[in-house]
């Protein structure tokens, strides 16, 4: 990661990671890979936020996007989300993440209205009745 682009201490990063290790350790939290040719090139997070609730993060490696990925990952995830009884889909994106906000529009994500201060810009939260 390039850890320059973000603006955080190492306070801050230590956080993240122990954030990150616990989503990550958690036996609640569902992961999809995207390979192509053995090399990881998506990847998508669904970590439960209530119950029937689940937030979603994901990410597609640079030189593979704009190929589908995201949008298989997002396939994978509401086969699974059905099956596990997952009402609603909620994610977390930046106002300025144009890419992003397409890709969740076409996926049928609605813009909640709900806004906080983000560290580069405002985020917005969108969600996915299922
Ligand atoms: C956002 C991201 C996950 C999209 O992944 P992807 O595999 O490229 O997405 P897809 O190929 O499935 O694209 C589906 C749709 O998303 C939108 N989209 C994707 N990339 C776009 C771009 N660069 N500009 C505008 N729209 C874009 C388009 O509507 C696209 O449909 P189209 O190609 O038919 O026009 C990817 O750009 C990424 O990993 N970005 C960095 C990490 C990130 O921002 N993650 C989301 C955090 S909330």
Do not use: C, H
Not at 16 to 26: A, K, N, T, Y
Not at 55 to 72: C, F, L, N, Q, W
Request: charged share 35%; hydrophobic share 40%.
């Amino acid at each position: 990661m390039d850890r320059d682009r973000f603006d955080r201490s190492e306070t801050e990063w230590a956080a993240v990671r122990e954030r990150l290790r616990e989503i990550l350790g958690s036996e609640e939290t569902v992961t999809f890979v995207a390979e192509e040719e053995g090399d990881l090139v998506g990847e998508l997070l669904a970590v439960p936020r209530a119950p029937g609730v689940v937030g979603i993060g994901v990410s597609v490696a640079d030189g593979r996007r704009r190929k589908g990925v995201a949008t298989a990952l997002f396939a994978a995830a509401a086969v699974w989300a059905r099956d596990a009884r997952i009402r609603e889909l909620q994610l977390d994106v930046q106002e300025a993440n144009e890419p992003a906000r397409s890709l969740y529009g076409k996926l049928g994500f609605i813009d909640t209205g709900r806004r906080r201060p983000g560290e580069r810009g405002p985020v917005l939260t969108m969600t996915k009745s299922l």
